[in-house]
């Protein structure tokens, strides 16, 4: 959950640890890693940071638990486009075959240097 100035602003949702790409036998995983389940930002907060706090949180958690790796697939449909900006913005690249349900992912260690905006905690 994210705070800015004592309103929840931003959700998100990960499974600290996860074999996703081995179970969905994607040969380009990396090795055990952190996936995000799902996240969100109020509209009235979106671009100020809080989505980008909430990555690098998860991320900061995933170093945390000794993990390297986060991953995502991002939600199809018709902002799809905008996501995709804003998960490259926080240095996400695709992983594995393009295409419906591709997994996108990034080092955590990138991923937590990137946030500052907000307050991500529990
Ligand atoms: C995607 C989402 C979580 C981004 O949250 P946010 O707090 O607005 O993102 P940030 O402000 O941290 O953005 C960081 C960078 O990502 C990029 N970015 C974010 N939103 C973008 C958009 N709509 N279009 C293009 N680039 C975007 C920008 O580079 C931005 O930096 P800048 O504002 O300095 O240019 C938010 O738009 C949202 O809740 N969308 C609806 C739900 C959703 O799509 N969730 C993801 C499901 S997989």
Do not use: N
């Not at 380009?28 to 509209?43: D, I, K, R, S």
């Amino acid at each position: 959950m994210a705070e800015l100035r004592g309103s929840v602003v931003g959700v998100a949702e990960f499974q600290l640890h996860c074999d996703f790409g081995h179970d969905e036998g994607r040969e380009a995983h990396p090795g055990e890693q952190t996936f995000v389940l799902t996240m969100a930002v109020a509209h009235a907060a979106r671009r100020g940071g809080v989505g980008r706090a909430l990555l690098a949180e998860i991320a900061r958690r995933a170093q945390e638990a000794g993990h390297t790796f986060l991953a995502l697939v991002p939600q199809d449909g018709g902002d799809a486009a905008d996501r995709q900006a804003f998960f490259q913005a926080c240095a996400f690249t695709l992983y594995g075959p393009a295409g419906p349900g591709a997994a996108w992912g990034c080092p955590v260690s990138e991923a937590a240097a990137k946030g500052t905006a907000a307050t991500a905690g529990e």
